[in-house]
């Protein structure tokens, strides 16, 4: 009896000392810049895909993705955290190509790109590079250093 009551203690105590380090030290996590919105860079962390909204994807934000452009070019969303338009972090993706010819800039907003749509020096379709799943979720959080 006394065999067994040691034996499960020793299996709790050491679960106890295998956790207290992932409570104790966490770590910090890394929100480096990823996704542009309204102007202003956004971290982000992991993703989750999402299915095909089937024509409904009114609770996705779009995000636009670039196959080519400016060096330092984020991807680019609809909206972001203060917007009233922002859906928190679920996405349809868009990829942006600029057009032969065009000056490729980097752009910060949904209003920036149609500017360079309606000049033709980019051109925008529905669904991602082979890179990236076409709906998924994924907050924008504060940029940390």
């Not at 330092?72 to 600029?98: C, D, F, K, M």
């Not at 020096?121 to 799943?133: A, K, M």
């Amino acid at each position: 009896m006394f065999r067994r009551i040691s034996s499960v203690l020793a299996v709790i105590v050491f679960g106890l000392l295998a956790a207290v380090p992932v409570f104790a030290a966490p770590g910090k996590p890394d929100f480096g810049a990823a996704i542009y919105a309204d102007g202003v860079a956004w971290g982000t962390k992991g993703t989750t895909a999402l299915p095909n909204p089937q024509g409904a994807s009114g609770s996705f934000d779009r995000l636009y993705i670039f196959t080519n452009g400016a060096t330092g070019q984020l991807a680019v969303s609809e909206a972001g955290p203060g917007n009233p338009n922002y859906n928190g972090g679920r996405w349809e993706t868009w990829t942006a190509t600029w057009n032969q010819g065009a000056d490729a800039v980097v752009l910060k907003s949904e209003a920036e790109i149609m500017e360079h749509v309606q000049s033709g020096d980019l051109s925008l379709h529905i669904g991602s590079p082979d890179f990236h799943p076409d709906y998924f979720q994924c907050p924008l959080l504060p940029v940390k250093d």
